[in-house]
């Protein structure tokens, strides 16, 4: 009876739950049998089987902060950290030795995820330059470690499965962490050098586009004029020589006086005549030009090239002929 009880207990204690969550390794005689899913389940008692319960659902995390050599030659101080669950219980307990990093164990440096970890992030981070691993790499920096760690312990069938890395932290060593701030700085100003020096040519090019097209017009403005002055300068010249031709002595005496009267109707002037001891003579050509202004009223005067019928030009040629003539008489 008593024998019977036992062996009732005995067979009892095989029964077993499995939490949502994990799942149970079966053992027979320490070698694997099984994967049992989630809830009650039983398995043939100790010594025979065994149940190994291994959590799956629990993200588990792994960090690590080390120096390490950049593909320029540099040491970069860099920390990362890895979020990773169990994907295959069995392959997890019986494929490699210490799979992940247990907060139990005294040297946790020594789990395989641990070594991984620090294996990819180093061949990452040697096929890297400094200055891409500090500023905007690090984002592409954790992605390949990331596909690296996981390559890896697939081909150790680790069971585990990398979801999440991230670089913390990444900056050259404490003693030089002072030259490189100024390196930083100067390589900053730099960039800034170049946009500014870029954003003066672009609005120094197009102003100087729009001066050189309004220089260019006014050029071809000044052409214009120039070009139509003398063609009226030679038209002039042309009517002139025709006059020359019908007439030349009294186009000659009409040129000359013309050229008096332009010259002398611009200031105050009194003639004299000195010579030979004559009495002084006095030639008042703006009262003759007011006079004659006065006589003609408002006409205005015409170019040398018309038919010479201007009044006010007839009658102060004859006062300033007249007077020409007197001072000649004189001198004989």
Excluded: C
């Excluded at 009892?12 to 320490?30: A, H, P």
């Excluded at 040297?107 to 992030?121: I, K, W, Y």
């Excluded at 670089?167 to 170049?194: C, N, T, W, Y």
């Amino acid at each position: 009876m008593i024998l019977g009880i036992a062996v009732v207990v005995w067979l009892l204690s095989g029964i077993y739950i499995i939490s949502e969550g994990q799942r149970g390794v079966i053992l027979r005689f320490g070698e694997y049998r099984a994967v049992t899913l989630p809830g009650p389940h039983w398995h043939f008692p100790y010594p025979i089987e065994m149940v190994e319960k291994v959590d799956v659902g629990r993200v588990r995390s792994a960090q690590n902060k080390v120096s390490m050599l950049t593909q320029d030659e540099n040491i970069v101080e860099v920390e990362l950290a890895a979020q990773y669950r169990v994907k295959d219980a069995a392959d997890y307990l019986f494929n490699v030795r210490l799979p992940d990093i247990d907060n139990d164990r005294a040297d946790q440096s020594r789990g395989t995820l641990f070594q991984v970890m620090e294996s990819a992030l180093r061949e990452v981070i040697g096929k890297n330059s400094m200055d891409f691993i500090l500023g905007e790499g690090r984002a592409e920096i954790a992605a390949q470690t990331n596909v690296l760690m996981q390559s890896i312990l697939d081909d150790y069938k680790a069971g585990l499965i990398v979801l999440n890395v991230n670089l913390q932290q990444s900056q050259p060593p404490a003693a030089v962490q002072g030259s490189f701030a100024d390196a930083i700085k100067a390589r900053e100003d730099e960039i800034r050098f170049v946009n500014e020096a870029e954003a003066y040519s672009n609005g120094i090019i197009p102003q100087a586009r729009g001066e050189a097209a309004r220089m260019m017009a006014e050029a071809n403005a000044y052409r214009g004029r120039v070009i139509e002055n003398s063609k009226g300068e030679a038209e002039r010249f042309i009517k002139l020589y025709d006059e020359y031709r019908k007439a030349p002595e009294v186009t000659r005496e009409r040129l000359y006086l013309q050229s008096l009267q332009s010259v002398l109707s611009k200031s105050n002037k009194v003639m004299i005549n000195v010579q030979d001891g004559n009495n002084v003579f006095y030639l008042p050509l703006n009262r003759m030009l007011e006079d004659a202004t006065k006589q003609s009223g408002t006409k205005t005067m015409k170019s040398p090239s018309a038919n010479f019928t201007d009044t006010t030009s007839d009658n102060l040629n004859n006062r300033i002929r007249s007077g020409v003539e007197r001072m000649r008489g004189n001198k004989r």
